[in-house]
């Protein structure tokens, strides 16, 4: 391993110059104790003091002061279109699902099931390969706070 990341990471826009870069999907770059790789072969250890989101842009830190970008690399995704896009939407968020929302589409990672949901409400669902950066959430940058729909501590309910 050529290094080894304990804390420092850089918001995307907040930084120029990265030596190294690496290619994570959208569940790879919600990590807290990790091996990565960068594009030209290096292992490098993240030992994070807590589980934390990245997003596309952001980047580590080495101790000696070098930058790793991290990029969103492509994975199997579903494109929503339809003329009810708003609907489309609000039936994804409803079902806790991360959602990348852009004028004319939306992805969702590529789950069959809300496909198949979605198509029945009138959808054209795609499968493509593309970069996942979904939208973070009312409680935080990066990551909803999803949640089971069983009992809990925070018990409430949803009208589905």
């Not at 569940?27 to 030209?40: A, M, N, S």
Request: aromatic share 4%.
């Amino acid at each position: 391993m050529t290094d080894h990341l304990t804390q420092t990471i850089r918001t995307a826009g907040t930084w120029t110059g990265a030596t190294q870069t690496c290619k994570l999907s959208y569940d790879g770059r919600f990590l807290r104790r990790k091996v990565i790789q960068t594009l030209d072969g290096q292992s490098v250890l993240v030992d994070l003091p807590k589980t934390t989101s990245l997003n596309h842009g952001d980047a580590f830190e080495t101790a000696d002061g070098q930058l790793i970008e991290v990029i969103a690399a492509e994975e199997a995704l579903l494109e929503i279109t339809g003329e009810n896009l708003v609907q489309l939407a609000w039936h994804i968020g409803n079902r806790h699902t991360p959602c990348q929302i852009e004028a004319d589409h939306l992805l969702i990672q590529n789950d069959p099931v809300i496909g198949h949901m979605l198509e029945h409400l009138g959808a054209k669902v795609t499968q493509v390969l593309r970069p996942f950066t979904p939208e973070g959430g009312a409680y935080g940058h990066g990551r909803t706070h999803s949640h089971e729909h069983g009992h809990t501590a925070h018990d409430h309910d949803h009208a589905h």
